[in-house]
């Protein structure tokens, strides 16, 4: 399970304040049963917010070191080189942390729609045609679920009509196994009661 110096990288783990790095250095922010929670997401946005400013405030100290450069066409390519590590840097990190965010939104989705398999459905979603929102929806992800439920019933529980219950599904042809325990119990009791009087009348 990954920790956040292997989500953004060593270097730019490094950058990062040090209460920062002391705080999630053996926190795993993804793992196969649950992604990160949102107060985690929250702290990495600001975290990258002040990791931006870090890498503001050096391009800041190197366009005044390069001013001191002038003449040293070394020194002044090797600056350059600096704020181009910088701004990619900043541009990794942040796709990576739109990549766990979306990730989570999709996943929520998914267990709201009563995907049995969450993992599975994830692969057959193509992130291509969505998108994540301000307010932390994915935009698309609808358009994708719903031919799912078409395409690729199996992966969905299916509710039982009239009950707000679910079955599992069975095999093709045979009935499908009611998970509601009363019910199921009641039908155990009323078989019971039919045994017991036919018996009844075969001893008469």
């Not at 990794?92 to 979306?102: N, P, S």
């Not at 009323?190 to 009087?197: H, K, L, P, R, V």
Request: glycine share 6%; no cysteine.
């Amino acid at each position: 399970m990954p920790k956040l110096n292997e989500i953004i990288g060593e270097e730019a783990f490094k950058s990062l304040p040090e209460e920062t790095r002391n705080k999630y250095k053996d926190t795993d922010f993804v793992d196969s049963t649950g992604y990160v929670e949102k107060s985690k997401l929250d702290t990495a946005n600001n975290s990258i917010k002040d990791y931006k400013k870090q890498l503001k405030d050096r391009d800041v100290q190197l366009e005044t070191l390069k001013g001191k450069a002038k003449g040293n066409e070394d020194l002044t390519v090797e600056i350059e080189r600096l704020k181009g590590e910088n701004e990619t840097a900043t541009k990794d990190y942040e796709a990576k942390l739109t990549k766990i965010k979306l990730d989570t939104a999709v996943k929520e989705a998914l267990k709201q729609s009563k995907v049995k398999d969450v993992e599975l459905a994830m692969k057959l979603i193509n992130y291509e045609n969505i998108k994540l929102s301000d307010d932390g929806k994915v935009v698309g992800i609808n358009e994708q679920i719903e031919p799912m439920k078409k395409d690729r019933e199996y992966l969905f529980e299916k509710e039982v009509p009239g009950t707000g219950h679910f079955e599992t599904g069975g095999a093709k042809g045979s009935e499908p196994t009611v998970t509601h325990l009363g019910e199921k119990l009641a039908k155990q009791k009323a078989a019971a009661m039919t045994n017991t009087e036919e018996q009844n009348k075969f001893f008469k």
